[in-house]
T-cell receptor
Framework: DAKTTQPPSMDCAEGRAANLPCNHS???????VYWYRQIHSQGPQYIIH???NNETNEMASLIITEDRKSSTLILPHATLRDTAVYYC?????????????FGQGTTLQVKP | KAGVTQTPRYLIKTRGQQVTLSCSPI?????VSWYQQTPGQGLQFLFE???????NKGNFPGRFSGRQFSNSRSEMNVSTLELGDSALYLC??????????FGPGTRLTVT
């Protein structure tokens, strides 16, 4: 699974969009990009994943560049409850394993 | 649908003791993974069980072990506890090849 790189921390004003970048320049063709978040001392929560097309669900949008070397998670209207550590993880789509390799993630602080 | 449950939520043990943590996956999920989270090392994969068989193992000493039962419930055991084993232990369940659903964790303190 490819290594991912994220900024250690970001701030966002409440009500504004939060854009969290992730670099995965060594990603291979069959690796998906997954995003999880962890609110303080809780278990990580799945947000979204994608292969090469942009994806959107009720929580967020995922924009993957055409060369797939980077992606951006977008929280369209951040609230204080979105303050958390956000993890970007690459994982083979054919993987039949539950193993996830977490990096240090990005600590997002949403401010009033 | 009920989420992943872990028991106990908090635990205090002394060095040298052993501990058993329990995880009940989401109904229908057959894969259970365990993770250790510490401030210094972050989230680290311990092992994964699928259909009562260990399918993957992380880089942890043999003092860490686990098992899975026929109803997919899983336990992990840590023997001869050390101070460095103090951590949040997280369990996650999934169907194969899709997203993991994590439980709230067990906070283990070793004194």
């Amino acid at each position: 699974d490819a290594k991912t790189t994220q900024p250690p921390s970001m701030d966002c004003a409440e009500g504004r969009a939060a854009n969290l970048p992730c670099n995965h320049s060594t990603i291979s063709g069959n690796e998906y990009v997954y995003w999880y978040r962890q609110i303080h001392s809780q278990g990580p929560q799945y947000i979204i994943h994608g292969l090469k097309n942009n994806e959107t669900n009720e929580m967020a949008s995922l924009i993957i560049t055409e060369d797939r070397k980077s992606s951006t998670l977008i929280l369209p209207h951040a609230t204080l409850r979105d303050t958390a550590v956000y993890y970007c993880i690459s994982r083979r789509g054919s993987s039949n394993t539950g193993k996830l390799i977490f990096g240090q993630g990005t600590t997002l602080q949403v401010k009033p | 649908k009920a989420g992943v449950t872990q028991t106990p939520r908090y635990l205090i043990k002394t060095r040298g003791q052993q501990v058993t943590l329990s995880c009940s996956p989401i109904s229908g999920h057959r894969s259970v993974s365990w993770y250790q989270q510490t401030p210094g090392q972050g989230l680290q994969f311990l092992f994964e069980y699928f259909s009562e068989t260990q399918r993957n193992k992380g880089n942890f000493p043999g003092r860490f072990s686990g098992r899975q039962f026929s109803n997919s419930r899983s336990e992990m055991n840590v023997s001869t506890l050390e101070l460095g084993d103090s951590a949040l232990y997280l369990c996650a369940s999934s169907l194969p090849s899709v997203e993991q659903y994590f439980g709230p964790g067990t906070r283990l303190t070793v004194t």
